[in-house]
């Protein structure tokens, strides 16, 4: 059975963004696949993070991988800190990489441009991640757009390292969808919506509050020639609401184009909102009867003994691989 990792970092709550560009495949993929979904505790302190949020974050995560339909039957679900291996890997890692490729990763140039002091973990970030996928024997990552490079990097890793020491890693494969991959933020449609964005109102998140998901899609950035066109180009805005819409009622772009040839912006974002609040009230009666159980504690302690077995293993392999001596 094909391998399927992929982690969502506590560096807020999930986002709609985060949800249809990744979380929906991996409700797709656990039917079929052995998959691993990790809540990225050790990524979200690449940058400044206040402990008691970081906390609640990391559980909120965790009950929303639940939420959305993840069955802890199916899939494994744990956090990337119960598993010690995910950072002693990464140092393992961080020495067979180097500055210049690092140096190259437009996440990292995104996250500390205009910074004074740029944390040293932000710079090895893609490393761990790297540490994150090997570990499991991945076969397939699904994930949004943004980790594309992060992906490639993680392949030239694996490969660079197999060649050196001999065969150790799988490589594994990209997974990204067709529609959805890059959802835009709503008060500036040329930047990708993301959990650490400073304005609230740039995103949805899969725990906002009916009034806040109104505001924040009534005030979304829009052209001003009022016509419901799908252009990325031209119409960042609009094109981004479309998506939005299309993948919460299930109706193509064009679909949605046509039932709204010659309405305003006004009446389609007000649908917009119904759509969205409609799919994400039954997200959030689940989330807070999981965020209250036992279950989650269980479920997340049953994660991370499986989760460490597997890594422990490839660990050792990697170890051994380099002449460490093994007790
Ligand atoms: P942060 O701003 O803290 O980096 P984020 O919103 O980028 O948060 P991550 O935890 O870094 O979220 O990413 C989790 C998953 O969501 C990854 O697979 C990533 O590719 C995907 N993702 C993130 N933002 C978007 C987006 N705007 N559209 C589609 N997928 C996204
Ligand atoms: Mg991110």
């Not at 052995?34 to 940058?47: A, G, K, Q, R």
């Not at 964005?197 to 806040?212: G, K, M, T, V, W």
């Not at 959030?284 to 479920?299: M, N, P």
């Amino acid at each position: 059975m094909k391998r399927v990792f992929s982690g969502v970092q506590p560096t807020g709550n999930i986002h709609i963004g985060n949800y249809i560009g990744a979380i929906k495949q991996f409700v797709e993929l656990q039917e079929t696949m052995d998959c691993f979904f990790c809540v990225v505790d050790l990524h979200s302190i690449t940058l400044p993070q206040n402990p008691e949020e970081l906390h609640k974050h990391t559980l909120d995560v965790a009950a929303l991988y639940m939420a959305v339909g993840i069955d802890p039957k199916k899939a494994t679900i744990f956090v990337q800190s119960h598993v010690p291996a995910h950072s002693e890997l990464n140092w393992l890692l961080v020495c067979n990489s180097y500055m210049g490729e690092l140096s190259r990763m437009t996440q990292f140039k995104d996250k500390s441009s205009g910074k004074d002091a740029v944390p040293t973990g932000l710079f090895v970030y893609p490393t761990l991640m790297a540490a994150d996928i090997l570990l499991y024997d991945t076969h397939i990552v699904p994930v949004g757009s943004d980790q594309k490079q992060h992906l490639e990097l993680t392949r030239d890793i694996a490969i660079r390292f197999n060649n050196r020491f001999g065969e150790t890693f799988v490589v594994p494969d990209v997974k990204i969808k067709e529609v959805g991959a890059r959802i835009m933020a709503l008060d500036e449609p040329t930047k990708k919506m993301s959990k650490s964005a400073e304005n609230p109102l740039s995103r949805i998140s899969l725990l906002d509050p009916p009034a806040q998901i109104k505001k924040s899609i009534m005030k979304s950035t829009t052209d001003s020639d009022n016509e419901i066109r799908y252009d990325v180009e031209n119409k960042p805005g609009i094109s981004n609401l479309l998506t939005i819409y299309s993948l919460f009622s299930g109706l193509t772009v064009p679909e949605v184009e046509k039932k709204y040839h010659g309405a305003g912006y006004g009446t389609f974002k007000k649908d917009l909102v119904e759509v969205v609040t409609d799919s994400l009230t039954v997200i959030q009666d689940k989330f807070y009867a999981v965020r209250e159980s036992e279950e989650l504690r269980i479920v997340l302690k049953e994660g991370a003994a499986k989760a460490n077995e597997i890594a422990n293993e490839t660990l050792s392999r990697a170890k051994k691989k380099l002449g460490f001596v093994m007790l």
